[in-house]
């Protein structure tokens, strides 16, 4: 199976206060813990980019399509873009997403259009995998003016994928976003 690796380093770092993708978290910068997950299990990765901010990695950049509406605008962007119709998705400020969940999260695959994680009652939009079927209705969510992720639940074929702490890899802050300074001083 082919999978593309998404990489939505698209944001502003509003709450950061810096470009994410440059905060040095354990001796790497936030975005290369994304490719070094990808590097091994993606045919393809692309990084979700409005900025010119990240020439020394050799992947396709993609602009969001539609400006300023959020990282279900750069999964669009770069599902147009993809060679696959699997697609694995990871924002590039969650650090702790380690290989083994990537794994899990690979082999639960079974021709679903969307598969999200869902963790202590909240589904895990920005580390998911998204089929590049779901094109056409991102794009009437788009005109509906919805830029939610979690709209998409209800409308194509979704697989919930329960992560607990029976799992091996589990760690309760696996999901962990680092958005604030604050952020990433609670996970060092």
Known sequence: ????????????????????????????????????????????????????????????????????????????SCLKESTNNVNVVISCDMPLINSEFLDYLIENYNNKELIMPYYNSHFEPLIAIYSKSLIPKIEELFAKKDYSPLSLIPVCNFKKLEINNSLNFFNPDLFKNINTSNDLNSVK
């Not at 944001?11 to 990808?38: A, C, H, Q, W």
Request: include cysteine.
């Open 1 to 76: 199976m082919k999978i593309t690796g998404i990489i939505l380093a698209g944001g502003e770092s509003k709450r950061m206060g810096i470009d994410k993708t440059k905060v040095s978290f354990n001796g790497k910068n936030l975005i290369e813990y994304p490719i070094n997950l990808f590097r091994n299990k993606c045919s393809e990765i692309l990084i979700s980019s409005n900025n010119n901010n990240l020439p020394e990695y050799p992947y396709l950049k993609i602009k969001d399509k539609i400006k300023k509406k959020g990282p279900l605008s750069g999964i669009y």
